[in-house]
């Protein structure tokens, strides 16, 4: 099936780590994404993990794919209040003619100062 | 490059009514897709464009249609809207080759639906 699911809420402290966790079922996936989304506004892409990899690091983002657990988080180091948005889990599924990406209902980040 | 542009911004129609919303991808992508986000969920796959056909489609209505142009660009369209049809409308654009899968996104249209 194609199911991706998130905990809704994760609160920090501004220069803590905040891991978000994403679970999926498809066993087709070849990448995931992880999007931000501000207040109003559209879908920014953050970073993405080919579905070979185990984990990719981008300055202040780390990925970790467990693809055995079908588990995917992401950790943002040095968290800061500008980090403060609701960031979605995608599963780009890429089967023979059908392509599409399925998003988790999404984690609100609160970063308080 | 601009990334990828929708308009409008926001709109507000009356149930019974038709919508029509449009999108211009990413320069160099050539394939574009539709999402719905309602409020507090995740967006979740109306239908993707690609050579000016409707390539895959997901559990949406019939009254969801749209259009792929020689320029890339798109547009859907609602007919006899709802009130659940109220959401934010997403459009992402990528390239089918080589096989680039990051998907971008546009700012959306905010549909309310009275």
């Known amino acids: 099936g194609e199911d991706v699911e998130q905990s809704l809420f994760l609160s920090v402290r501004e220069g803590d780590s905040s891991v978000i966790n994403c679970t999926y079922t498809d066993s087709s996936s070849t990448y995931l994404y992880w999007y931000k989304q501000e207040p109003g506004a559209g879908l920014q892409l953050l970073t993405y993990i080919f579905s070979n990899m185990d984990m990719k690091q981008d300055q202040r983002l780390t990925v970790l794919l467990n693809k055995k657990d079908k588990h995917l988080s992401l950790r943002i180091a040095d968290t800061q209040t500008g980090d403060s948005a609701i960031y979605f889990c995608a599963d780009f599924l890429m089967n023979t003619g059908f392509q599409k990406l399925v998003f988790g209902t999404g984690t609100r980040l609160l970063v308080s100062p | 490059d601009a990334g990828v542009t929708q308009s409008p911004t926001h709109l507000i129609k009356t149930r019974g009514q038709q919508v029509t919303l449009r999108c211009s991808p990413k320069s160099g992508h050539d394939t574009v897709s539709w999402y719905q986000q309602a409020l507090g969920q995740g967006p979740q796959f109306i239908f993707q464009y690609y050579e000016e056909e409707e390539r895959q489609r997901g559990n949406f209505p019939d009254r969801f249609s749209g259009h792929q142009f020689p320029n890339y660009s798109s547009e859907l369209n609602v007919n006899a809207l709802l009130l659940g049809d109220s959401a934010l409308y997403l459009c992402?654009?990528?390239?089918?080759?080589?096989?680039?899968?990051?998907?971008?996104f546009g700012q959306g249209t905010r549909l309310t639906v009275v």
């Open positions: 992402a654009s990528r390239s089918i080759l080589p096989k680039n899968t990051e998907a971008f």
